[in-house]
Every structure is written in C-alpha cells, then in structure tokens.
C-alpha cells in the first residue's frame, strides 16, 4: 500500500474526504494539520504528499522549501482555495525547488480530479532518488567535498551566452561540477547547498574564479575575450573582502574587471542585508558587472532591481519555457525586458531550448541568449571547438 500525506490546517473532516477517496485505490492516508506533526510524520515511504496553500498560522510556500532541502522525492499534489494563478506561481516555485510536482486542485475537492492524480503517481514516481543524487547520496560529505576543492577534483564548464543583435558568443557562464573519481561527474544542485551549509562555499567559489582565470588565458590565446560570468553563493556576500580580493586577482591574472559578471541569486537568504549591499556596491564600483540571476522566482524582485546596482538580470528559464504557452509567462519575460531597459540593464533570457523561444525573445528585444538551443555547459576545450565551428559558420 501506498502512503498519502496531507498537510492542511482544516478540519478532521476533510482528511476523512481524503481518505474516503484515496483508500480504495490502495493509498494508506494520514492528515496533518500542524507543520510539525507532518515533520514527524513525513518518512521515506511517502509516495504522495498534498499541500494545502493557504493555511492561516502556516506557510504552503515554506512546507515546499522545506520538501526541496529535505530532497523529498514523494510526488506533490498542490490544493487551495485561492485562485487558479496563485495554484500556477506555486506550482512553478515547486518545479523550480526540483519538486516532483503531480499538479495542482482547487478546492472543494473534486472526485475524480484528485482520483486521476493519484493513479497518475504510479508512471512518475521512481521512489528512488535521481542518478546524480543516489551517486552523490554518500559521497557528498564535508570532508570530501574539502578534498575535493583541494585536490582539485571541481571542474568548470562553460556555456556560452548568444548576443541576439549579432548571434555571436559574447559570454560564457561558468558551472562547476565535481569530477569524483568513482561516481563520475556530478552536478553542483548535488554539493553547493552542503558546500554553503558546511561553510566551504567560499574555498569552492575561489577555486572557481582561480580556474575561470587560468583557463581566460586559453581564450585570449584564440583571441577572444568573452565576458565572464561567475556564481556566487548569497552566503558569500557577508564576506567583506570578496570585491578587494575579486578586483586584486583580475589584476593579476591581466583581465579587466568590467568583463566579469558576478551572478547573484535569492536575497532572501542574505542574512546581513546592509553588508550584503555594501559588498555588492563596492564590486560595482571596482567595475566589476552584477547580473540578478534566477529573476523572477524570488520573492521581492522588484525590490531587488532598485537596491542592486546591478546592470544585467537573469530571466528565469521557467518563464523561457512556458512562454509560447502561457501567455502570463509571455507578458512577465516582456515587462521584465522593457523594466530592465529602462533601468539601463542587459536582459539575458536563460533555458532557451527551441527555435520558437528564441524568435520570440528577439521579438520582445531581449539581449542575450543562453540555452540547450546554442549549447549545453561543456568543457574548455569543448567550448573552444565549439566556438571555431560557430565561426566557420557564420563566415
Ligand atoms: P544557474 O546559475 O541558474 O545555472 C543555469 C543552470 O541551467 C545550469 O545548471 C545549466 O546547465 C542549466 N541550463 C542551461 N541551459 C539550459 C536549458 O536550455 N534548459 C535547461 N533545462 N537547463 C539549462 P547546472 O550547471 O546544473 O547548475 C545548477 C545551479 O548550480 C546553477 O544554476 C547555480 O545556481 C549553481 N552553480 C553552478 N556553478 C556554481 C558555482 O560555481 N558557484 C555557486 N555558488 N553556484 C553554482
Ligand atoms: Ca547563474
Ligand atoms: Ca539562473
């Protein structure tokens, strides 16, 4: 038998609707109506999880972030009374927190919708946890991501960033990745969020920049001098030195400081806001870029845009991808790109993955592109091939 868990603040009542639904169709059902008994109640064997947003007293939004940190694989079934938008922003938090998301019911519960859910669970839940999260399950520890930074077992690939204007290569974003000599490659969303819990974050980001530097020598022996953007943790930005230290190893490894961008992501995990901004201002005024990643998913973006002296953001690759459907997604990647312009920012759509999503970026006057469209994140000397061929054929 499968397990069911609802979390919602409503009545017992409700739970025995749930159950009443759910049993004869082999799920065993429990009902929690306060966050820390479904805390003692959530366990590995969960296969299905309901989620009632709008709970007086308790946050749908946190029960979600705290599923995403606890890696939860259960699959997700979103319910409230609110309307169908607030469902949709859910919905696409949930995705953008890796949630496995079943989809989403309004209330009062229909029958049959929540019936089709449920026997849905069955194709899309591997109970099993993803490939690089299993590989990385008991290898990801402290200890061995420390050696891995010292050993210098962290790679960094690049993917390219298309200007739209001329369709060239004008920047590279670095990811890094952790090449472990057993489990093979595996990917940053399986070690930065221990990296920054464990405080090695900023060991790993230096040993980033440090690579992002050596290999910039590659690219100025070809003669190109792309722009360079790096990730940096919000956990980074209490650490007072990080724009003296920045600016000083771009002196030393001759490259100029307003070829770097500096992405950002989430202020709502910046602790010490007034220290944060102060490191920012000052990264700016060395000449450093600041680029506002992920924009659009945090909770007070346009606060953001008038606090961080940043001249590019980010569109989130989940508005790139529901854009030729949803025509709100549309609407936001539009209005995003004319506020940016008007606060004389670049707007970089990311994710882009189809010809379709591309023209209409053009459209809308989006700058620059990155996405599976162009090229996936691949080593230097992939890249650098990659390159040549991208100008042999537009010559
Ligand atoms: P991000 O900064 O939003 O990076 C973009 C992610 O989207 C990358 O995942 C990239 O591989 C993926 N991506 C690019 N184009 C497409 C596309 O067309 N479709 C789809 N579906 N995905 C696309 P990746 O490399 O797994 O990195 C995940 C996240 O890890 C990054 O998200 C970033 O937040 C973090 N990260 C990566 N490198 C570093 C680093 O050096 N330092 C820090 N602090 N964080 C890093
Ligand atoms: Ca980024
Ligand atoms: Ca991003």
Redesign the pocket.
């Known amino acids: 038998m499968k397990r069911l868990l609802t979390i919602d603040d409503d009545s017992h009542f409700f739970g025995l609707i749930i159950s009443a639904i759910a049993t004869p169709i082999s799920f065993s059902c429990q009902h929690a109506r306060t966050f820390a008994s479904f805390k003692e109640m959530l366990t590995e064997d969960v296969s299905v999880i309901m989620v009632d947003l709008m709970m007086p007293g308790m946050d749908g939004i946190e029960v979600l972030r705290f599923l995403s940190e606890q890696q939860c694989r259960a699959g997700i079934l979103l319910f409230s009374g609110a309307d169908r938008k607030t469902l949709l922003v859910a919905e696409e938090m949930a995705r953008e927190l890796r949630l496995r998301v079943l989809g989403r019911l309004s209330k009062p519960l229909v029958r049959g919708d929540l019936e089709a859910f449920l026997r849905q669970a069955d194709d899309v839940l591997p109970v099993q946890r993803s490939v690089a999260a299993s590989a990385a399950g008991p290898v990801v520890t402290a200890d061995a991501l420390r050696r891995a930074i010292t050993q210098r077992e962290?790679v960094?690939?690049y993917?390219p960033q298309i200007t739209m204007a001329t369709g060239e290569p004008s920047g590279v974003?670095?990811?890094?990745?952790w090449q472990h000599p057993e489990h093979g490659l595996i990917?940053?969303?399986s070690f930065?969020p221990l990296?920054?819990s464990m405080g090695v974050?900023e060991d790993?980001?230096w040993r980033?920049v440090e690579q992002v530097f050596e290999d910039e020598q590659l690219f100025a022996g070809r003669g190109w001098a792309p722009q360079l953007s790096?990730?940096?943790?919000a956990?980074?930005l209490c650490d007072l030195k990080l724009p003296d230290r920045l600016f000083a190893s771009a002196q030393a490894a001759r490259i100029s400081p307003d070829r770097l961008i500096v992405?950002i992501?989430e202020s709502g995990t910046i602790q010490k806001v007034a220290q944060a901004l102060d490191i920012l201002a000052r990264l700016r005024l060395r000449g450093i870029h600041l680029s506002i990643?992920?924009f659009g998913t945090g909770f007070s973006m346009m606060h953001q845009l008038k606090r961080i002296p940043a001249s590019e953001i980010?569109i989130?690759?989940g508005f790139?991808?529901a854009m030729e459907t949803d025509h709100s997604a549309e609407v936001i990647v539009r209005k995003t790109t004319e506020i940016g312009h008007e606060l004389r920012m670049k707007v970089v759509a990311?994710?882009?993955?189809t010809q379709m999503q591309y023209q209409l970026l053009k459209k809308l006057n989006c700058d620059i592109a990155?996405?599976?469209?162009f090229a996936?994140?691949m080593s230097l000397n992939a890249l650098l091939a990659w390159r040549e061929c991208s100008l042999v054929k537009t010559a």
């Open positions: 962290l960094v690939h993917q974003e670095a990811l890094v990745r990917y940053p969303d930065i990296a920054e974050i790993l980001t980033v790096i990730n940096i943790s956990y980074s992405e992501t990643d992920d980010k989130d690759r790139v991808a990311e994710g882009v993955e990155q996405g599976y469209l996936r994140p």
